[in-house]
């Protein structure tokens, strides 16, 4: 597959007010850090809140990517219990077969499964095709689906870098812009964007996943702005440390600091539900990640930097 990569500039953060002193600053703005703050936390216009509602008719599904294990998985468990029809797309037949099994026996609900290879721009196609000869509306993806390695870029494959790039960004992108473009059509749509604490953050040993996961909030602060007067909700979601089984996959080392902050998946699921259904920009949820969010924009870029490295143990 060939790869096409423009370089942008991020574009700037609202600073905070000069003039106010820290401890306003802080007591203020910790509440919303501009990861989650005024723009962030920006509700849509009631009348268009109404407009992209989540419907649960028959043929109103949920499309979830990375479905077979940690928070994908936890997504379609969550999403079964309110009696959603979900689409589970990951690359492990068997454990996506396993899981769809277990939520119709529980909860009732319609589950198609799709064993999809998403670092294939090809696959996608073809993906969103198939659902759409079958006339299955997504009204919510659930752009779930990344990888991520721990080590020194340098000490890192090529090949391993590149197809964290491949799925972490193109991928997601093309997800985006095929399902995107319906629920335009439609005025009425929802797109959560897993990104990560790590998107504020440049991290010594997360080189290229970090980078990624910054493409990916600023890409989804971007549609928020974009789709929201089309009925379609576009809402970030920035987790920190997560007990799902991506720090093994990762070869990470838990530090103490680390499992100090480390959350279950399910108060993470639940938060970017609820911020997706509210029509928030984005959310990140644990009072200590939100604490760091601060850190972000409050201290010196190379303290905080020193401080992400030692809390992840690199």
Request: proline share 4%; aromatic share 6%; net charge positive.
């Amino acid at each position: 597959m060939k790869r096409h990569l423009m370089h942008a500039p991020l574009l700037f953060q609202r600073l905070p007010n000069p003039r106010a002193g820290f401890a306003h600053r802080l007591t203020t703005s910790s509440l919303r850090p501009f990861c989650c703050d005024a723009v962030s936390s920006q509700l849509l216009d009631r009348n268009q809140l109404e407009n992209s509602e989540m419907k649960s008719n028959e043929n109103s599904w949920v499309l979830i990517t990375g479905a077979s294990s940690g928070f994908g998985e936890e997504f379609a468990r969550q999403y079964a219990a309110q009696g959603k029809s979900l689409v589970l797309v990951a690359r492990r037949l068997s454990k996506l077969e396993a899981l769809s099994a277990q939520l119709r026996e529980r909860f009732g609900v319609d589950v198609i499964v799709e064993q999809v290879d998403l670092s294939s721009i090809p696959a996608i196609i073809e993906l969103h095709e198939r659902l759409s000869e079958r006339n299955i509306v997504i009204d919510v993806l659930i752009n779930n689906a990344g990888h991520g390695l721990q080590g020194p870029f340098l000490d890192q494959p090529l090949d391993h870098s590149l197809t964290m790039i491949d799925l972490d960004i193109a991928s997601l992108t093309a997800l985006t812009r095929l399902f995107a473009a319906d629920m335009r059509a439609r005025k009425r749509g929802h797109i959560l964007m897993v990104a990560s604490l790590l998107s504020f953050l440049g991290v010594k040993n997360f080189a290229v996943y970090s980078a990624a996961k910054a493409y990916v909030l600023r890409f989804s602060d971007a549609l928020h702005r974009e789709l929201k007067n089309d009925g379609v909700v576009v809402t970030a979601l920035c987790p920190g440390m997560s007990d799902t089984g991506f720090a093994e996959s990762a070869k990470q080392r838990i530090t103490p600091a680390l499992k100090m902050v480390m959350m279950q998946p399910q108060p993470v699921v639940r938060a970017g539900i609820r911020a997706l259904q509210a029509g928030r920009m984005s959310v990140v949820p644990g009072f200590g990640n939100k604490a760091i969010t601060v850190l972000t924009w409050a201290t010196p870029r190379r303290f905080h930097q020193s401080l992400m490295a030692q809390v992840m143990g690199v």
